[in-house]
């Protein structure tokens, strides 16, 4: 099961779908494997006392995951995404911000399932899968304008 918590409301001002669009990219990403996963779209504030909290980084980022103790099974862990950050984000790379909260949906709940990027080999991969399942989704490449730079 996926639950979609709009806490600030200009997520949905910028895209009424916004919880749509989580809850499709979150349950893409769970693909076969069965779990649940909350995903919270708040504000900046609400993600750089997260991020400061919990990493020792005081300030927001675009998305945040908290995978959640084995115990707590099947809950796999919540996401938090940050409006304001995504929204730049998002215009700055030329996307549209269903496309990047589709993208960082995937990525954050990859994470939730034990992927990482420390290191090269681990990044490629993860990002191939984010690309095949953005792909299922209709949604472009989101690293090729990286690619290209």
């Given at each position: 099961m996926i639950e979609v918590e709009v806490?600030?409301?200009?997520?949905?001002?910028?895209?009424?779908?916004?919880?749509?669009?989580?809850?499709?990219?979150?349950?893409?990403?769970?693909?076969?494997v069965g779990g649940d996963v909350v995903v919270l779209l708040t504000g900046d504030a609400g993600v750089q006392d997260l991020n400061a909290r919990f990493r020792d980084k005081d300030r927001p980022t675009n998305v945040l995951s908290f995978p959640a103790a084995e115990s707590a099974a099947p809950h796999l862990g919540d996401l938090v995404l940050a409006f304001g950050v995504c929204a730049v984000e998002a215009q700055a790379q030329g996307k549209t911000l269903a496309d990047h909260l589709a993208h960082l949906t995937v990525h954050g709940v990859l994470h939730l399932l034990g992927r990482d990027h420390e290191d090269e080999a681990e990044a490629e991969e993860m990002e191939a899968e984010e690309r095949s399942i953005l792909a299922s989704l209709g949604v472009a490449d989101p690293y090729r304008a990286d690619a290209q730079a």
């Open positions: 806490e600030d409301p200009a997520w949905t001002a910028a895209l009424p779908d916004a919880a749509a669009v989580a809850e499709r990219a979150a349950t893409a990403a769970l693909g076969a």
